[in-house]
C-alpha cells in the first residue's frame, strides 16, 4: 500500500454537529462543485487543473534562465506562495533569492549595496498594478536596478495601471495576472509558477495529483471540515495557532495566515490566525497554551521526513541519548500531542512525508480548499477583503494630504 503523503490526526471534544449527516452532506456537495470547476476557466480551481494552460509559452522566458540571482517584489498573496515555495525546498534551489514583500527599509537599502545589480532578474508582482509599496519599492530601486526588458518581468492585469505603463514604457514583458484569481489564491496560476520555474523548480510536479489528492482524499477532508465547522461556530474559540515543528514551514504560515484571515475575517466571523514557531516557542508561549484561557484551536505542523543527520554523539549522552536535532524535535512534537490528549486541547495534526513540489503543492490546494468550503458554510464570501480596500483608499488619501503641507 502506498504511503500517504500527508498524515491527519485531530482530537476534539464530542459534538452532535461534528457527526451530522446534513453537514457532510453540505460538504461533500461543496467538493462537487470544486472537481467541476477544474475545467471551467473563469474560476480559480482551474489553476489546479493539470491541463491549466499559462497565458504564454514557457519558452518565452528561456533568456531569463540565465540569471544566477533573481529578486522577486511583490505584497501579500502576489508573493506568498512563491515565496512559501522557495523557503520549503530551499535545499534543491541553487539561485541566490530575494524577496522583498515589506516596506523593509534596511532590506531595500541592502539590495541597493548588492554588486553588479544590473545582472540580477526582477520579478514585479501586482494584482492591480498599483500597490503603494510595490511602487515605493521600485521607485527606490531604479537607479541601482535599471529595470530594463533584459533583467525586468512583470506580473499583472491587463488594465491600464501604475506597474503596467512603467513596464511598456520600457518595453518589460508584461504576463497577464488573471482577474478572476486573487492574491492568496493564485500559487497555481502564473503568479506562483514563474518565479518557481525561474527558481529551477518542477512547476508540473506542484499540482500533480492533485486531482486525484481531492478525490482520495475527501473523506479525511470532509471529517476534517465537520470538526472546524464546529470550531468556528463556538463561542469559546477565537483563535487559530498554526504551531509547527517542521523547519521551513515558516513562510507557509504566513500564507496561511493571510489566506485564513483574509478569507474569513467578515461580518463580525472569523477566528484570528497566529503563527508559533518550536521548539522556540516552548520556552514563551507554551506555559498560556497549556494552562491559560482554552479559547485556541491549534493545527501542528511536522515532518516524518527521515533525516540523515549525524548522532550528537558522546556529549550530554545522559540527556541526549544520542538523538540528534530531527529526533529532538519529533520527540517535542508528540509530547504536545500528548498533553494537549490529555488536557482535551482541540487539535489538527498535519505531517508531511517528505519535502518536494508534490507535497507542498496538496498542502496549499487542502488549505484553500478547507478555507472555501468553511466560507460557504459561514455564508461569506472568500474571495474579497473590502476592509482592507477602503484602507488602502484612505492611506492614498492621507499620503496625498500629507505632500500638499
Avoid at 328 to 341: A, D, G, P, T, Y
Wanted: hydrophobic residues 35%.
Amino acid at each position: 500500500m502506498k504511503k500517504k503523503s500527508i498524515n491527519f490526526e485531530r482530537s476534539l471534544p464530542n459534538s452532535n454537529l461534528i457527526n451530522s449527516v446534513k453537514l457532510k452532506k453540505n460538504f461533500e456537495k461543496s467538493l462537487a462543485e470544486v472537481r467541476k470547476n477544474l475545467k471551467n476557466k473563469k474560476n480559480l480551481f482551474e489553476s489546479f487543473s493539470k491541463d491549466f494552460k499559462l497565458n504564454f509559452k514557457l519558452k518565452e522566458l528561456d533568456k531569463f534562465k540565465k540569471f544566477q540571482r533573481i529578486i522577486v517584489i511583490g505584497l501579500g498573496g502576489s508573493i506568498l506562495g512563491a515565496e512559501s515555495i522557495h523557503h520549503f525546498l530551499k535545499s534543491k534551489i541553487k539561485k541566490e533569492v530575494t524577496f522583498i514583500d515589506n516596506l523593509n527599509t534596511d532590506l531595500i537599502e541592502k539590495v541597493n549595496n548588492f554588486k553588479n545589480l544590473k545582472k540580477t532578474l526582477f520579478i514585479l508582482i501586482s494584482k492591480s498594478g498599483n500597490t503603494l509599496e510595490l511602487l515605493s519599492i521600485v521607485n527606490a530601486l531604479k537607479e541601482k536596478a535599471k529595470f530594463n526588458k533584459d533583467n525586468t518581468l512583470v506580473i499583472t492585469s491587463d488594465k491600464k495601471n501604475q506597474i503596467n505603463t512603467f513596464a511598456k514604457k520600457l518595453n518589460i514583458k508584461i504576463i497577464t495576472h488573471r482577474s478572476h484569481i486573487g492574491g492568496r489564491y493564485s500559487v497555481f496560476s502564473e503568479t506562483g509558477l514563474i518565479p518557481c520555474y525561474l527558481l529551477g523548480l518542477n512547476i508540473k510536479n506542484l499540482k500533480k495529483n492533485i486531482r486525484d489528492y481531492i478525490q482520495n482524499e475527501k473523506t479525511i477532508l470532509i471529517e476534517n471540515l465537520k470538526n472546524l465547522s464546529f470550531i468556528y461556530s463556538s463561542q469559546k474559540i477565537n483563535s487559530l495557532v498554526l504551531l509547527s515543528y517542521c523547519p521551513g514551514l515558516e513562510y507557509f504560515l504566513l500564507w496561511c495566515q493571510q489566506l485564513i484571515a483574509e478569507s474569513l475575517g467578515k461580518n463580525g466571523k472569523g477566528l484570528i490566525p497566529i503563527i508559533s514557531i518550536c521548539p522556540r516557542d516552548h520556552h514563551s508561549l507554551l506555559q498560556l497554551y497549556l494552562d491559560g484561557p482554552r479559547d485556541k484551536f491549534f493545527y501542528i505542523f511536522s515532518s516524518s521526513e527521515k533525516k540523515k543527520n549525524k548522532k550528537n554523539g558522546e556529549l550530554f549522552k545522559t540527556v541526549l541519548n544520542n538523538a540528534n536535532n530531527y529526533e529532538v524535535l519529533n520527540c517535542q512534537k508528540n509530547s504536545i500531542i500528548s498533553l494537549f490528549k490529555e488536557k482535551k486541547i482541540p487539535f489538527l495534526s498535519i505531517s508531511l512525508n517528505n519535502r518536494n513540489e508534490e507535497i507542498i503543492g496538496k498542502l496549499f490546494s487542502y488549505f484553500i480548499l478547507e478555507t472555501v468550503c468553511i466560507a460557504e458554510r459561514l455564508k461569506l464570501n472568500p474571495y474579497n477583503q473590502p476592509a482592507v480596500e477602503k484602507i488602502k483608499i484612505l492611506t492614498k488619501n492621507n499620503l496625498f494630504k500629507s505632500n500638499r503641507k
